[in-house]
Each structure stands twice: as C-alpha cells, then as structure tokens.
C-alpha cells in the first residue's frame, strides 16, 4: 500500500545539520530547502543554536525581519571577513559624499554659465544721442553705466552738481 503522507524536503538548516526536519521547525519557514548557501552564511557567523534562540525568543511576526537581517549581515561578513556591514555601509557613505561634490560642482558651473549668458544693461549698447551727456557714466575701460533719471545732474531740478555748484 502507498503510504498517505507526503514527502516534504528538510527545509536548509536541517539538512545542513543533518537532522530530521520536524513539522515545527522554527527554522523551515525562513530557510527553504532551495536556498542552502543563506542557511550555511548564517550558521558559519552566528551559529544554529544562537539563531534558534533568537527566532524563539521573538514574536512571529519579526521572525522574518530578523532572519532577512540576520543574513544580510551574514553575507556581508562572509565577503568581507574584517568590516562586515560597516563596509558596505562605508562604501555607499562615500559614494554618496562623492556624488554630493559632483552635483555641487555641477550646479556651480551652471550657475557660472548662467550668469555669464545674463546680458548686462551696462554692456548693451546706450539709446542714440545719449552718449557721455545724457544718461550714461563712462567708466573706465570703455564700461557704460546708466543712471536712473532722478540721479543723473542734468534732470536734476535741484542742482548739487559733483563740483558743488548749481
């Protein structure tokens, strides 16, 4: 006669450990049987007994929090036998400070090129017959700078020329 039950694979940890794999397995909901090599991380770095104290102390509900974490970290250390996480942490931390400078750098040269592309009123050329008489200063090296009316000596209706006189 066949037999009723099922087969069901032992889930990773057990078959790492080489143990019957019971149907309360704390370990069978987190470590499925297709991925060996997340269960051997774990154990190499923490060990099963840590891990299964771990899991029975926490609430179901955390349980695979706690395991997704437990084998990042795992991972991390495995690859990375001196720093672990911090590594990784560290990497991306100077990733992002580098790409900080480099946007920094970048939008100092756009504000650079849009200043430069801003026309000034002093470099556009003076309305006619208003040249160094009218509303206009000229500056040194050929610079025109415009006055508004009420400033400029000869709409002044109160004097106070620059030579102190009328």
């Known amino acids: 006669m ?45 060990g099963a007994s840590n891990v299964a104290k771990l899991l029975n102390e926490l609430l179901p509900h955390q349980r695979d929090d706690a395991v997704n974490s437990l084998a990042y ?49 002093a470099t556009q050329p003076p309305p006619a017959g208003t040249r160094n008489g009218g509303r206009f200063y000229q500056a040194g090296g050929g610079v025109q700078i415009s006055y508004d009316v009420p400033w400029n000596d000869i709409y002044n209706s109160h004097g106070g020329g620059m030579d102190g006189t009328n």
């Open 73 to 121: 970290e795992a991972e991390a250390r495995v690859r990375d036998p001196v720093y672990g996480c911090i590594g990784a942490i560290t990497f991306l931390q100077r990733q992002v400070d580098r790409l900080q400078m480099e946007l920094d750098a970048s939008n100092a040269d756009l504000i650079r090129f849009a200043c430069s592309n801003v026309p000034l009123q």
């Open 2 to 46: 066949a037999s009723s039950s099922s087969y069901n694979p032992p889930c990773a940890a057990c078959k790492f450990l080489r143990r019957k794999c019971i149907p309360g397995c704390v370990f069978s909901p987190y470590f499925p049987p297709e991925e060996p090599q997340k269960f051997a991380n774990v154990h190499k770095i923490f």
